[in-house]
């Protein structure tokens, strides 16, 4: 099986001419299609409202596509409030999931009505004496151990330092109700790219079974269970993907059996993807500068681990298609690299690719989630820029690429960089 890219070689000749690779492109039609499915596949919960994770790919005009379907914004830094408040997100549109979080940050999110997860008991004091306590606000759960799905382990809560434990999380709620909150919800992030349609169901039961209990034993209002991200996306081409339609179905099943049996069937739905919205409709497209043969056989590219981290930090498998060699045979075995001075700085190791010249262009599949965000300025180099390929087959702009003198823009205080643009 292969991945087929959105853009063709004579597209990306073309695109070429005005924004020079690197670059980052994402596929409007791909991202409107793909967020249609998901109301869709929730469209049996009356409150469905998913929050977009801001980090997964912070731009305005990437975000503006969402909120026309109606997705509000998962935010949890300044940063990424000030990103929701200029697009004209407000109060019910924006969580505000954050962790470890500063006092001005949690002034911020009060003042913009958005709605705050805590993701710890002591933050309840904290937030109290900041600025007081909402009357709407959220906990995170973390219930430890092993999050297990049939007999494999998913991930490993008890070692992540997210969310409160059940004890806490009871307790969070009656201090919250007795300084005032008056509609409540839970959280948890128990798993991070999961490809099994299991992970949300699974997760949904361990959330509304608290939900009874704490209903139970602190008589607060539950008004909404937030699932959070997590559902992930098929990166390499033999994976199955998920079927998103099987996850809203069976977070519905799990959501008769507790919620509704237990009297709780007006609870709204929440998720905050990031991943899944974005990842598979965004591509790093960068050019072969180089050919290196020593001990292995090297390719060495534009774009490096700057744009795009995720090999580097996790070993992550991006898929990689030489364009205009769609057909050919995968017949030759090569590092792809960046310009890093690291030795992580590499897109693959020891892949099967059609032969490759220099000048060819590659794409680098699902760069669209925590892609470009996660870029940094090591070796001095500069973030690329961001295009938008629109349903009319049009290339827009929307982020353009950094220049030195943004690098130097913190040194703007002295003259020593005054002449580099
Ligand atoms: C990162 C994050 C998400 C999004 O995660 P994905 O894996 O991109 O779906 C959602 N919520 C919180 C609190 C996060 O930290």
Redesign the pocket.
Known sequence: MSKKPFVTLEQVKEIAKTYPTPFHIYDEKGIRENVKKLKEAFSWNKGFKEYF?I??TPNPFIINILKEYGCGV?C?SMTELMMAEALGFDGDDIMF?SNATPACEYEYARKLGARINLDDITHVDFLDETCGIPETICCRFNPGGYFQIANSIMDNPGDAKYGMTKEQIIEAFKMLKAKGAKKFGIHA?LA??TVTNDYYPTLAKILFELAVELKEKTGCDIRFINL?????IPYKPDQEGNDIMAIGEGVRKVYEEVLTANGMGDVAIFT?????MLAPYGHLVTKVLHFKHTYKEYVGCDACAANLMRPAMYGAYHHITVLGKEDEPCDHKYDVTGSLCENNDKFAIDRMLPEIEIGDYLVIHDAG??GFSMGYNYNGKLRSAELLLKEDQSVQMIRRAETPADYFATFDFTDYFKNYK
């Not at 905050?272 to 899944?276: C, N």
């Open positions: 994770a980090k997964a998962d949890s999931s992030f991070s790219n959070s991200g997590g559902i992930g905050e993807l990031g991943r899944f989630a925590h």
